[in-house]
């Protein structure tokens, strides 16, 4: 799908074989945070989800593609659509490069990727991220990309005993 291909990465659907990679990434606690998950996923749970991620958006609700590098096909993170409303047409957007492929421009290039995809083929009006005030270098990916600081949610994450305020960033399609 040319949407989805990029200069140094592409989007995919999630294959059986990409198992183990979400293994590291969902059991990684240092994405516990932007993931809201407190607890480790098993293997079986995980395999689970993939058999079922043959489901559409608009019946899923959601989508999950996987990043890969598209010289060495290795998966460097993935990004997701998520609480996906037709009705309304808009979604949320998540990101997740694995730590050894951070710094590499392939959240920027997946982001660029899945926001096009989203306006072209979705039809949405709307995208939204929900980001920590200390995540630095997200604020500043998802500013390149137009997305406008809407509001802030004072104490809305608790992290290793810390409160921390979560922005939300919107961009709206003007097309």
């Given at each position: 799908?040319?949407?989805?291909?990029?200069?140094?990465i592409n989007l995919r659907a999630i294959?059986?074989?990409?198992?183990?990679?979400?293994?590291?990434?969902?059991?990684?606690?240092?994405?516990?945070?932007?993931?809201?998950?407190?607890?480790?996923?098993?293997?079986?749970?995980?395999?689970?989800?993939?058999?079922?991620?043959?489901?559409?958006?608009?019946?899923?609700?959601?989508?999950?593609?996987?990043?890969?590098?598209?010289?060495?096909?290795?998966?460097?993170?993935?990004?997701?659509?998520?609480?996906?409303?037709?009705?309304?047409?808009?979604?949320?957007?998540?990101?997740?490069?694995?730590?050894?492929?951070?710094?590499?421009?392939?959240?920027?290039?997946?982001?660029?990727?899945?926001?096009?995809?989203?306006?072209?083929?979705?039809?949405?009006?709307?995208?939204?991220?929900?980001?920590?005030?200390?995540?630095?270098?997200?604020?500043?990916?998802?500013?390149?990309?137009?997305?406008?600081?809407?509001?802030?949610?004072?104490?809305?994450?608790?992290?290793?005993?810390?409160?921390?305020?979560?922005?939300?960033?919107?961009?709206?399609?003007?097309?």
């Amino acid at each position: 799908m040319v949407t989805l291909t990029g200069k140094q990465i592409n989007l995919r659907a999630i294959e059986p074989e990409d198992l183990e990679f979400l293994f590291q990434i969902e059991n990684n606690e240092l994405f516990w945070e932007v993931s809201n998950t407190q607890t480790p996923f098993s293997r079986f749970l995980l395999k689970k989800y993939i058999e079922n991620c043959h489901l559409d958006i608009y019946e899923a609700k959601q989508l999950r593609l996987v990043i890969y590098e598209n010289t060495t096909n290795i998966s460097v993170g993935l990004i997701d659509l998520f609480d996906f409303n037709p009705q309304h047409k808009r979604a949320g957007l998540g990101i997740i490069i694995h730590q050894d492929f951070q710094k590499k421009g392939y959240a920027s290039e997946a982001l660029d990727l899945l926001i096009n995809y989203c306006f072209i083929h979705l039809h949405l009006h709307q995208l939204y991220a929900n980001i920590t005030v200390d995540n630095n270098d997200s604020i500043s990916l998802f500013k390149k990309y137009n997305f406008k600081e809407i509001g802030i949610k004072k104490d809305w994450i608790l992290s290793k005993g810390i409160f921390k305020d979560e922005i939300l960033f919107q961009r709206i399609n003007e097309k």
